[in-house]
């Protein structure tokens, strides 16, 4: 790997269209890199691109990036200042017929691609890092944390970013009603709240 130092986001997603880490690139469309502004405040970091945004290159541009998107703005949070990115850039999946079923990506994966999440992040330089799902948190806190116990604090990533631990949007999607889609769906929304109050 070429070791000159990645200084900008053109260069890194570049280096990381080149990444061979761990064995996702074999399968995946093209590997899909954070997007946002250089300097933001905050960065919100899922688990990995699903199939739409594996074909289109892109983060959260599918279902759960619906949900996400409306509710950054129900939070009252520019969703223009947003840096948005997965602690995984590669799609995992499972064929199905025609259908790619999204897999959860590994300990050893989430860990081999923290290498291209901590760049980003040395980039970018939030204030404020959202870390959503399991994946996610792990990707930025780099060790497993058990989300209910973890919601609600402020916890410190060790390189000067304060982060907010919540459920990532698909797990709203994934509530079997309606009752329970907006009780979770409210409590993202409480969460990028508290988001937001922290860079007041």
Request: proline letters at 6%; hydrophobic letters at 40%.
């Amino acid at each position: 790997m070429d070791e000159t130092p990645i200084r900008s986001l053109t260069a890194l997603a570049t280096a990381e269209a080149a990444c061979q880490r761990c064995p996702l690139y074999r399968n995946a469309t093209q590997v899909v890199p954070g997007e946002g502004p250089r300097r933001t405040q905050v960065m919100l970091v899922g688990e990995q691109p699903g199939d739409q945004e594996d074909e289109q290159g892109h983060p959260f541009v599918g279902p759960a990036g619906r949900i996400l998107d409306r509710a950054i703005v129900d939070a009252g949070i520019d969703r223009r200042q947003v840096f948005v990115t997965n602690a995984v850039k590669h799609f995992k999946f499972e064929p199905r017929g025609k259908r790619r079923l999204h897999k959860r990506p590994s300990a050893g994966e989430i860990d081999a691609c923290r290498w291209w999440l901590d760049l980003e992040r040395a980039i970018v330089k939030p204030r404020v890092i959202v870390a959503m799902g399991a994946t996610g948190v792990r990707g930025v806190l780099g060790r497993a944390v058990t989300i209910a116990r973890a919601r609600g604090e402020v916890l410190s990533d060790g390189n000067g970013s304060r982060v907010i631990v919540t459920i990532h949007p698909s797990y709203v999607l994934r509530q079997q009603d309606d009752a329970s889609r907006e009780r979770e769906y409210r409590g993202l929304v409480a969460d990028l709240r508290r988001c937001a109050k922290l860079l007041d």
